[in-house]
């Protein structure tokens, strides 16, 4: 039985289980709040609740409910649509993922144990019921199989119970919805774990392991970097990171001030740096200055004098990154970030309006 209880301003759940699993959830939902992993926060534990007639009651774990979320049906006013079946889906993958990159088995993974909060356009997967779930130093395939697996049969059986209510569009069939989860999985695990081979000094297969990541929603923890021959095996971890982390790291490592956006860019760029030139057993920070003397600085320098009043020097490299980007996908190889800078500056800054002064008009009288 779970129960909602408004006080102070704030909502929170009630949920009556025996003594040693309202501990064990207890424990586990610290656990994942320490690792900084999406689910409900613990407020506490209530024993020893006795009810109006004298009898015992169940112990009571308490949790905070998490603002602005939904449950499943609650997005399904009439008929859950196949575009809405697929991004919860998406967003329940990427939860898995996460989870079991932590070490985290969740034993009873499903739409009902989970809620979601929109997030521009797309959702974001929150765990909710804690009561199987384990944390071991490392899972083996079979137990992220196994928990796949119970997810897929979980889901299914709801999609069919909201087919049974005429709550499901009549083109969404429960059992091949039920079985993109696993494809889905299996595509974001491979992604955020294979490891790939990059030759030296080809960055461009770098820039693009590590693009194809933030489009995942996964920031770069770090890449690992073992030579092998003339290759360069490239391992890339995904951590979900707080806000302000890459500014703050930005400014530590390099002195640049810049926004966070423009910080997740420019360290992706350092990072893929560090991996194309070899330096992962160097510091962060001597890795840092080589980036900015030999790529950040060289590449502003490039701008002309006349021209720097258009963008700040952060948001000229992330623009020239991206025009690289672009140059590179058109010639199948890296075409060089000087030569990229050269070229954006001629054919597209050239072309923008000032913005280091740019001010409303003024009508004098």
Request: aromatic letters at 6%.
């Amino acid at each position: 039985m779970v129960r909602f209880v408004r006080s102070g301003g704030a909502v929170y759940a009630v949920k009556e289980l025996g003594a040693w699993s309202a501990d064990r959830e207890y424990a586990v939902l610290r656990e994942l709040l320490r690792s900084g992993l999406p689910s409900v926060h613990p407020v506490g534990i209530v024993e020893g609740r006795v009810g109006a007639d004298g009898a015992q009651l169940e112990t009571a774990l308490v949790t905070q409910h998490l603002a602005f979320s939904l449950p499943y049906r609650a997005l399904m006013s009439q008929r859950l649509r196949p575009t809405t079946a697929v991004r919860l889906l998406d967003a329940l993958a990427v939860l898995l993922v996460r989870l079991h990159l932590a070490g985290f088995y969740w034993g009873d993974c499903s739409l009902s144990n989970t809620l979601f909060r929109r997030d521009a356009g797309a959702f974001s997967a929150y765990l909710v019921d804690a009561e199987t779930t384990e944390r071991h130093e490392r899972l083996s395939d079979g137990q992220r199989s196994y928990d796949v697996s119970m997810a897929r049969t979980n889901i299914i059986g709801e999609l069919m119970d909201l087919e049974a209510g005429e709550l499901l569009d009549p083109d969404l069939d429960p059992l091949s919805t039920g079985n993109q989860l696993q494809a889905r999985y299996d595509g974001l695990w491979a992604a955020v774990t294979r490891p790939q081979t990059v030759r030296l000094g080809e960055r461009h297969e770098v820039d693009q392991r590590i693009r194809a990541l933030n489009e995942l929603g996964f920031d770069v923890a770090e890449v690992d970097v073992v030579r092998a021959d003339d290759d360069v095996h490239v391992r890339v971890t995904p951590k979900v990171v707080d806000a302000g982390h890459h500014a703050r790291r930005m400014m530590r490592l390099t002195g640049l001030d810049v926004e966070e956006n423009q910080a997740r860019r420019l360290l992706n760029d350092l990072d893929s740096y560090r991996a194309a030139t070899g330096q992962n057993v160097e510091s962060e920070e001597l890795v840092a200055h080589d980036w900015l003397t030999e790529v950040f600085r060289p590449v502003v320098s490039v701008v002309p004098r006349e021209l720097r009043g258009k963008l700040e020097p952060a948001e000229v490299f992330h623009e020239v990154l991206e025009h690289r980007w672009f140059l590179s996908e058109s010639a199948g190889c890296d075409v060089g970030l000087l030569p990229a800078a050269e070229d954006y500056v001629r054919s597209v800054l050239a072309h923008k309006p000032d913005e280091w002064a740019l001010l409303p008009e003024v009508v004098l009288p």
